[in-house]
């Protein structure tokens, strides 16, 4: 595995004379050094989100733990970016669909550069430019607004679609909460990217088994989620939600099928990491008292449950 993005956009070149099998078995193999880097990124983003609900007196604690890892494996080892630029044309884009877990995401464009880390000091303050929800207009590195469920497939299909009449080479990324797939948009955007063979869109499910109210299976079951996907004509693939190792081994694995969308589906625990918020509905959204905030830092630093 290369360093650094810009190396690793040699090292594909390098394996293109591989086969398939050859360039499975070299791809997502995660050294120590990067495998730890990265479940270190993920720690970052569950501490970030603890600090900045103290902030706001409330955040979306849960549904940001389940995709901690997802979020660290983007952005620190698989997003083709350059903060220095954020409209540069041929970055990968990202759209975080489920817009509620922008507190994690916000700590990771600071650390990455898009902006001044002390800039999150102002978090939900009125005038500041960082919501509970994101915003394409006010926060550098945010590629599209959300936190109205169900939209962001849908732009992902634009912008792949743009991508291609374009011919410009950037892959599209869209994350969504497991919940969110009972939006009808959803299966409207899986349709046409499966007939638009769609390649350079990878939508990532985060499947923390709850929505807002209770298990989605209860709600209004989403299962079987890889058959429904299969069926629009997507390139499937399931994995461990908090294992870096196979997240980064589904992205790249999911650039050997071509003219295909490709979905990873996430297996995640919602409130990953901290014993009281795990699969409890509760904490969708909440806020710890004082006291209870340094056990649960203290709990995250020792590890949770992990
Ligand atoms: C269109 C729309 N309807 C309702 C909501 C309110 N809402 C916010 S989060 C949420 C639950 C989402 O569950 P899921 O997609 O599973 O996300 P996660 O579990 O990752 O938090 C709901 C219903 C919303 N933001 N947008
Ligand atoms: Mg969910």
Redesign the pocket.
Known sequence: MCANRQERGTCLLREIGLNNQERKDRMGKLDVGERTRLDERALFVRLETLRLTRIAGAG?Y??TF??AELLAALYYHELKLDPARPEWPERDRFVLS????AIGLYPILADLGYFDPAQLETYTRLGSAFGDHPDMRKVRGIDFSS????HGLSVGVGMALGGRVQSLDFRVYVM??????N?GQIWEAAMSAGHFKLDSLVCIV?R?Q????GR?EDVMAVEPIGDRFASFGWDVHRIDGHSVDQIVNALDTAKLASRQPHVIIADTV?GKGVKRMELDVNW?VGNLSPEDYEEVYQELLAGGSR
Request: glycine letters at 20%.
């Open positions: 979306h849960s549904g389940s995709a489920k817009g509620h877990a936190g109205s469920l169900g969504v909460g497991d919940a969110e797939l939006e985060d923390n709850l929505g807002i109210d989605t919602k969708h």
